[in-house]
């Protein structure tokens, strides 16, 4: 799928615009705040601005963990076509956007608007008008509140317990046979494994003992411990986004398991 960017492009040939000149209506209220928003994707502060006051809480991290910044880059967005307006439940309306970009080496590639997957956008409405309150594609963040009283987020890398080095993770797996044995990877053997219910939903538990690869020189062996959440993938079947918590032991081994299933009763995934 070609999907959004954090990095900013260039300037777009736009493909809809508001009306001048007039009174926008209560619809086309809605579709402005989607307009705005693609309509200034090459600015990477406007694009920000146009986020619910939430969205931007939870997203800010990850622009600066990807080095986000206003300014041009490649590829760029060519162009841009919005569908739908479907209000839902809770009183904000989605919207389907077909991003075209294009490279240097494709320039002048015509893409049908089909062959484009579409990329859901909802707005909703504060005192401000309407703003993007999320993106149904992305994501889940993560969160874990440690025995310190500080909240650990996907984007703060990893915390040094006393026992054990804890670390929230994100990984795409296929959805096949074992999903949990691929999410653990390679050189990994996984000598127990249970299901939990825990409040962030169903989890399996699997305590791993990895070997270093032959390139490491070292028999040295790990011990790891996981809490996998599964969901699935909204625009492939044959994939699933796995959620994990997990833990290198570094000390007493049943110290660390105690540590990370402590905390896993604090871990939260939450939708933008």
């Known amino acids: 799928m070609r999907g959004l960017r954090h990095r900013c492009v260039v300037t777009p040939i736009i493909h809809e615009r508001a009306p001048d000149g007039k009174r926008a209506s209560r619809v086309n209220r809605r579709r402005l705040g989607v307009v705005k ?28 963990a990807a080095n986000w910044v206003t300014g041009t880059s490649s590829p760029w967005l060519e162009r841009y076509r919005i569908e739908g307006g479907t209000k839902r439940e809770d009183g904000s309306v ?35 008008g309407w703003r993007v309150s999320s993106f149904l594609h992305n994501w889940k963040h993560q969160s ?3 025995p310190d009283g500080v909240v650990l987020t996907d984007f703060d890398g990893v915390y040094e317990g006393s026992d054990v080095r804890l670390q929230l993770q994100r990984l795409g797996v296929a959805n096949g046979p ?5 999410a653990v990877g390679n050189h990994a053997e996984i000598v127990e494994r249970r299901e939990m219910d825990l409040p962030v939903g169903k989890a399996t538990f699997a305590e791993v003992k990895r ?42 081994a049943e110290a660390a398991r105690e540590e990370l299933l402590d905390t896993a009763r604090t871990w939260k995934l939450e939708q933008e």
């Not at 989605?94 to 590639?109: E, G, L, M």
């Open 178 to 182: 074992d999903p949990i044995r691929e």
């Open 144 to 146: 874990v509140r440690l």
């Open 37 to 64: 928003f693609v309509n200034n994707f090459q600015f990477g502060a406007l694009e920000y601005a146009m986020l619910s006051p939430r969205l931007r809480e939870l997203n800010r991290k990850s622009f600066e």
């Open 94 to 128: 989605a919207f389907q956007v077909r991003f075209d970009y294009r490279s240097s080496t494709d320039i002048d590639k015509e893409v049908p608007w089909t062959d484009i997957e579409p990329f859901p956008v909802v707005v909703s409405e504060d005192e401000d």
């Open 211 to 252: 070997t270093p690869p032959a390139a490491a020189q070292s028999d040295a062996v790990m011990r790891e411990y996981w809490l996998v959440v599964l969901d699935d993938e909204p625009e492939r079947a044959d994939r699933k986004r796995a959620y994990a918590w997990t833990g290198i032991v570094t000390g007493d």
